[in-house]
């Protein structure tokens, strides 16, 4: 499932270190071939400690986890949306992503410049957030200019896009993104279609030092970042870009070790993954046999058929039953033997709506 999340942010605020943090650590999987794709898009697999437990009660040839790609995008300045810096280059890489996380410098330090002359998160928020409202504005703008000629001519699909396009005008003239406002079901199909910045999910990541991190992270400038997304109902994730560097040179016994020494139970590139998995809203459902146990991604609310659809088209298109069990009563039967004989498994019909955790094994016949 192609789905990535662009990694923003002002120059000189971790981002492209956060990134390098990424594509290192995937480097010495053997689990799964961690690459970057092009020079800005990294593979990650994502943390998932039920893969582990699967794979020790079935003990397969081989374990598969599921994946997540981020892009590193290059930084954005004030005038982006006019063209200053890489301008559209950059505005237009963010419009491939589908989702933002949004790295935000909460930390000072005299031998790294920042771009406005001092450390201030709210303010680096709100340029990048400016800049990504204007570009919409602008695409709003051109977009009422065609609508409106076919609403007088009483286009039936331009009467009901004008008022949300208007809609959008007055919240981006407003400096707010599209995203704050509360469209319903309709409204929701005619602004997916416009594909604009501000409407994508955001997840922000308070970059931190070293010593803020081992203490508890929540420093001032990362207090400010909480209230700020809080109010826009956006997730804070905390992490120090410099130690996830030194994390993703080490595996195994010396990664644990290392966390333990700094009094951390996950690292901040684990917690990144995941948070931004879910902000996609993505699940996990397994299969398991002799030969390999996988992890596989699928929209929350996805039906059978379509979820044994990614694994082959084939299992959609000659779908008949989903034996199921969930995770929690596999592994509490200990093996798929005792958990029939418990009435554990069933067989799912093409209405059945997978759920996060899921075992399937798939019956299809083409």
Same mark, same amino acid.
């Given at each position: 499932? &192609?789905?990535?999340?662009?990694i923003?942010? /002002?120059? @000189?605020?971790?981002? =492209?270190?956060?990134?390098?943090?990424?594509?290192? !650590?995937?480097? %010495?999987?053997?689990?799964?071939?961690?690459?970057?794709?092009?020079?800005? #898009?990294?593979?990650? $697999?994502?943390? +998932?400690a039920? /893969?582990?437990?699967?794979?020790?009660?079935?003990?397969?040839?081989?374990?598969?986890?599921? &994946?997540?790609?981020?892009? +590193?995008?290059?930084?954005?300045?004030?005038?982006?949306?006019?063209?200053?810096?890489?301008? @559209?280059?950059?505005?237009?890489?963010?419009r491939?992503?589908? *989702?933002? =996380?949004?790295?935000?410098?909460?930390?000072?330090?005299?031998?790294?410049?920042?771009?406005?002359?001092?450390v201030?998160?709210?303010?680096?928020i709100?340029?990048?957030?400016?800049?990504?409202i /204007?570009?919409?504005?602008?695409?709003?703008?051109?977009?009422?200019?065609?609508? &409106?000629?076919?609403?007088? =001519?009483?286009?039936?699909? &331009?009467?009901?896009?004008l008022?949300?396009?208007?809609?959008?005008?007055?919240?981006? $003239?407003? %400096?707010?993104?599209?995203?704050?406002?509360?469209? +319903? %079901?309709?409204?929701?199909?005619?602004?997916?279609?416009?594909?604009?910045?501000?409407?994508?999910?955001?997840?922000?990541?308070?970059?931190?030092?070293?010593?803020?991190?081992?203490?508890?992270?929540?420093?001032?400038?990362?207090?400010? #970042?909480?209230?700020?997304?809080?109010?826009?109902?956006?997730?804070?994730?905390?992490?120090? *870009?410099?130690? %996830?560097?030194?994390? *993703?040179? /080490?595996?195994?016994?010396?990664?644990?070790?290392?966390?333990?020494?700094?009094?951390?139970?996950?690292?901040?590139?684990?917690?990144?993954?995941?948070?931004?998995?879910?902000?996609?809203?993505?699940?996990t459902?397994?299969? !398991?046999?002799?030969? $390999?146990?996988?992890?596989?991604?699928?929209?929350?609310?996805?039906?059978?058929?379509?979820?044994?659809?990614?694994?082959?088209?084939?299992?959609?298109?000659?779908?008949?039953? !989903?034996?199921?069990?969930?995770? +929690?009563?596999?592994?509490?039967?200990? @093996?798929?033997?005792?958990?029939?004989?418990?009435?554990?498994?069933?067989?799912?019909?093409?209405?059945?709506i997978?759920?996060?955790?899921?075992v399937?094994?798939?019956?299809?016949? #083409?």
């Amino acid at each position: 499932m &192609a789905l990535t999340t662009g990694i923003v942010g /002002l120059p @000189n605020v971790g981002k =492209s270190t956060l990134f390098n943090a990424i594509t290192q !650590a995937g480097a %010495e999987s053997a689990n799964y071939p961690f690459c970057t794709i092009d020079p800005n #898009v990294g593979i990650v $697999e994502v943390p +998932d400690a039920r /893969l582990d437990k699967l794979t020790e009660l079935v003990n397969p040839k081989k374990t598969i986890p599921t &994946a997540f790609e981020f892009t +590193d995008i290059a930084g954005i300045v004030e005038g982006a949306s006019k063209g200053e810096g890489l301008g @559209n280059k950059f505005l237009s890489h963010i419009r491939q992503v589908d *989702a933002i =996380s949004h790295v935000v410098r909460c930390f000072a330090d005299d031998n790294i410049t920042h771009v406005s002359g001092g450390v201030n998160p709210l303010h680096d928020i709100e340029v990048i957030n400016l800049e990504l409202i /204007l570009a919409d504005l602008e695409s709003v703008d051109k977009r009422i200019g065609r609508v &409106a000629k076919l609403a007088k =001519s009483r286009d039936k699909e &331009a009467v009901a896009e004008l008022p949300v396009l208007e809609q959008l005008k007055e919240t981006f $003239e407003n %400096e707010k993104p599209a995203r704050s406002i509360d469209f +319903d %079901e309709e409204q929701m199909k005619i602004v997916k279609q416009l594909h604009l910045l501000t409407s994508k999910p955001v997840l922000y990541v308070a970059n931190v030092s070293e010593d803020d991190l081992v203490s508890d992270g929540d420093n001032e400038y990362v207090q400010q #970042v909480k209230e700020f997304a809080a109010a826009e109902g956006s997730d804070v994730i905390v992490i120090c *870009a410099k130690i %996830e560097a030194e994390i *993703a040179e /080490l595996e195994g016994e010396e990664k644990e070790m290392f966390l333990e020494e700094l009094g951390i139970e996950e690292s901040g590139l684990d917690q990144l993954i995941r948070a931004a998995y879910s902000l996609l809203g993505l699940e996990t459902y397994f299969t !398991a046999g002799e030969q $390999e146990v996988r992890a596989w991604t699928y929209r929350h609310g996805t039906k059978a058929p379509q979820a044994a659809g990614i694994i082959h088209t084939d299992f959609e298109r000659g779908f008949i039953r !989903a034996e199921t069990v969930s995770y +929690d009563d596999l592994v509490d039967a200990g @093996n798929m033997v005792v958990a029939k004989e418990r009435g554990r498994v069933r067989l799912e019909g093409k209405d059945y709506i997978v759920k996060d955790g899921d075992v399937i094994h798939f019956r299809f016949n #083409v």
